[in-house]
């Protein structure tokens, strides 16, 4: 029996999943996080500094230039998409312990290497490592959850674990800002966090025993800015080469007029977000403590809005939090490109990303639950493309910014980006409608046999 304080009769926490079936993607983090968290969530705290919050800031302004910045976030962003391939390695031969013990070690190679004067090939090659480590070790996080305690419990784990790494992300952006262009000591500081890190998971990880598939797990957005292609949400979901010839067989247009939307919206998207750091320097000559404290703000202020942006798509539906969240975005991204063409804009550029990062959990939430719903044939493999497109989209976007800075510059990218984003916003509104047409012509169709 549940008792007023969030605990139960026998006196363990409550579950927040058991009041009956959450729509895929409306479940946000408990509201009580403390009593589902386990001692290796500190390593994917530990991680979320790293990846989440320190490395979107230190790579673009460390890689010496804007071109050599896309390239380098590119490259990274591009091996994470081999995720699908550890996870599958991992589930298949129970080596999901293994995995990420061997990701963390691979990532603080690299990491050590970072800082190191080479030429761009070798940096791509270690930014290549960087991506494949830490997709290993992202995409078993929540296998340790799913394969060890019940499916009751399964929800609020989960939530606690994104909290916590939504935390260790802001954490990050805050040092990264704190230790400014200190290149060399702040990927000596990332090395130092991964390498605590290692023995953490070596001495609390129980091994998984009961083997789940992924699909059978609720699907989570993930916390946090879009800009963190690597979060264990958005790793954990995986296609596979079958289930995706299924799903090119049956797809159907309300599905792939998702896809395509949210592809290009997030190209132009990513291109502005991987290389403002860097234009706010460049442009401005302010310290790197002014983009990191941004995001840093903007991201803890995101993980409050997790959950009104939940409430929202119940009450007016995913297609019109998916249309706000894209105009949103539009509008802001328009504000920072023209912050770029004022003297006084260094006010200007700040808030405006704040207000595009603010705007992601609508799109998180609202994404994840059409790619679940629209799904014309397995919502695993369904939410597994989706999550590939977003990884996808995120390297594109980063090689187009780098080029486009270099050739037409920061502001006139953002006017660009801005224009793209709000036609996804128009198209998306076609969205709500394609559903009920191809709905009406299924009817007709089946009236006209009888």
């Not at 409550?14 to 509201?31: D, M, N, Y």
């Not at 190679?109 to 992202?138: I, S």
């Not at 599905?255 to 320097?281: G, R």
Request: glycine share 12%.
């Amino acid at each position: 029996m549940a008792l007023p304080g969030g605990e139960t009769s026998d006196g363990g926490p409550r579950s927040e999943v058991g009041r009956g079936a959450q729509p895929h993607g409306l479940v946000t983090f408990p509201q009580r996080v403390m009593p589902w968290v386990e001692p290796w969530f500190l390593v994917y705290a530990c991680l979320g500094i790293v990846q989440g919050g320190m490395l979107p800031v230190l790579l673009p302004l460390s890689a010496g230039g804007s071109e050599h910045a896309g390239t380098i976030v590119g490259v990274m962003n591009l091996a994470g998409l081999t995720a699908p391939y550890w996870g599958h390695l991992a589930d298949r031969r129970r080596l999901h312990r293994q995995m990420l013990l061997g990701g963390m070690l691979v990532a603080l190679l690299a990491l050590l290497l970072v800082p190191v004067d080479l030429g761009l090939a070798l940096k791509a090659m270690v930014a290549c490592m960087l991506g494949l480590g830490f997709a290993a070790a992202n995409t078993v996080a929540n296998m340790f959850i799913v394969e060890v305690h019940p499916p009751e419990e399964w929800d609020a784990r989960i939530g606690a674990l994104q909290a916590l790494c939504g935390i260790g992300q802001v954490a990050g952006l805050l040092l990264a800002g704190l230790l400014g262009g200190r290149y060399a000591l702040a990927f000596g500081v990332a090395a130092a966090l991964t390498a605590a890190a290692v023995p953490i998971a070596s001495l609390t990880l129980r091994g998984v025993h009961v083997e789940v598939p992924r699909s059978a797990a609720t699907a989570h957005p993930p916390h946090g800015g879009e800009g963190w292609a690597g979060s264990p949400q958005r790793l954990f979901h995986h296609p596979t080469w079958a289930g995706l010839a299924t799903l090119v067989r049956k797809l159907e247009l309300p599905f792939a007029h998702l896809q395509i939307i949210w592809f290009v919206a997030f190209v132009a998207i990513s291109a502005v977000l991987t290389m403002f750091p860097l234009a706010m320097v460049e442009k401005f000559a302010v310290s790197a403590e002014v983009p990191a404290t941004t995001y840093a703000f903007a991201s803890a202020m995101s993980l409050g809005v997790y959950p009104v942006a939940a409430i929202l798509a119940k009450q007016y539906g995913e297609y019109f939090i998916l249309g706000a969240g894209f105009l949103l975005r539009a509008i802001a991204i328009g504000f920072l490109g023209a912050a770029f063409f004022l003297t006084e804009g260094t006010y200007i550029a700040p808030v405006s990303v704040g207000i595009l990062i603010l705007a992601w959990p609508l799109l998180g939430v609202s994404g994840t639950a059409l790619s679940a719903r629209l799904a014309p044939h397995d919502e695993g493999e369904a939410l597994g493309l989706f999550n590939a497109s977003t990884s996808l989209a995120s390297a594109v976007g980063a090689f187009l910014g780098g080029w486009a800075m270099q050739k037409v510059g920061f502001g006139t990218l953002c006017l660009i980006g801005s224009a793209v984003v709000a036609l996804a916003a128009l198209s998306s509104m076609g969205l709500r409608i394609s559903r009920p047409r191809i709905v009406l012509v299924a009817l007709s169709r089946r009236i006209g046999r009888g």
